[in-house]
């Protein structure tokens, strides 16, 4: 009988890392085309014989990018933008969430269903747009930040996850003459590092990848992010006459180059915080 239970999970195991396996490389092959369109020569290229692997390999797409002083201004700026961005969601929900995962808060239930009516009650564009507007936040890197500044979601997820701390610390702490300020420093975010760091994930992609509200507040093209100046180029690029006969790009590998440096800081950010991804989840949703 034994017997037989090993054999089933082992079969079980093989079929599901088969699964997975499947899955990745079906998510991955869309990357690796996309890489090897950046560096692949015109004639294979325009003869649609590149796929997963560069053929004639030339990098003057990525020379062309990096002359784009637009491209490489937005880039940086997108940077700026993103880290300060994740740092203000992030304050703003650890300050939500410790307050409202303390059992003994009044007004707390009220407070917490409120945050919760965000999450299914949506103003809608034309009503957020005013409100942005009565606030002078247009044409400002702020309109991209301050109307997104907390998420409910995560909020809830990170309340959790202080939830789950044993009371007997903070108890502990007060004792000692420690203040709720002293106590959320020394003990609940340590102790909640992984949670804290998958939501910080969550904001910095999310503003990464965001180009709807640039569409909305944003006019002022100093303030278009990269995603914003890679939607324009892949909408608007040309190579001319005269260039491709000197060089062995088509306007296919620069709209290539641009993609691949545009997810270069996610995917260069995210083997650091992986390790915290399953943890930082199951912690915040153990205790509710």
């Known amino acids: 009988m034994n017997e037989l239970k090993n054999r089933a999970n082992t079969i079980f195991q093989i079929v599901v890392s088969f699964i997975f396996i499947l899955i990745a490389l079906i998510t991955i092959i869309p990357v690796l085309r996309v890489v090897s369109m950046s560096v692949s020569s015109k004639n294979a290229i325009l003869s649609g014989h590149v796929t997963i692997f560069p053929v004639g390999f030339t990098p003057d ?13 937005s880039f940086l700026y997108s940077i700026r933008l993103t880290l300060v961005s994740t740092a203000i969601n992030i ?24 945050f919760m009516l965000t999450m299914y009650f949506n103003p809608g564009i034309i009503p957020t747009y ?6 002078g936040l247009l044409d400002s890197p702020w309109a991209l930040i301050l109307p997104g500044a907390l998420s409910a979601y995560n909020m809830i997820i990170l309340r959790t996850a202080f939830n789950s701390i044993d009371d007997s610390l903070f108890e502990a702490a007060e004792i000692d003459g420690a203040s709720h300020f002293y106590s959320l420093l020394v003990i609940a975010i340590p102790l909640s590092v992984p949670t804290i760091a998958t939501l ?3 904001y910095a992609v999310g503003r990464w990848n965001g180009v ?28 001319s006459r005269e260039e491709g006969r000197t060089t062995e790009i088509v306007a296919e590998n620069v709209k290539s180059a641009s993609i691949v440096i545009s997810m270069l800081p996610m995917l260069i950010a995210y083997p650091f915080i992986q390790r915290y991804f399953t943890q930082g989840i199951m912690l915040g949703a153990v205790k509710g």
């Open 61 to 73: 797409a990525y020379v062309k990018v990096f002359k784009n002083s637009n491209f490489l201004n």
């Open 130 to 135: 005013l409100n942005v507007k009565s606030f």
């Open 200 to 202: 910080s994930l969550f």
């Open 212 to 239: 709807s509200d640039i569409l909305y507040y944003i006019n002022d093209s100093r303030y278009y992010t990269v995603q914003m100046q890679l939607k324009q180029m892949i909408d608007s690029i040309k190579i």
């Open 91 to 114: 304050v703003m929900t650890i300050l939500a969430a410790y307050p409202l995962s303390k059992k003994n808060i009044r007004g707390g239930k009220l407070i917490l269903v409120l």
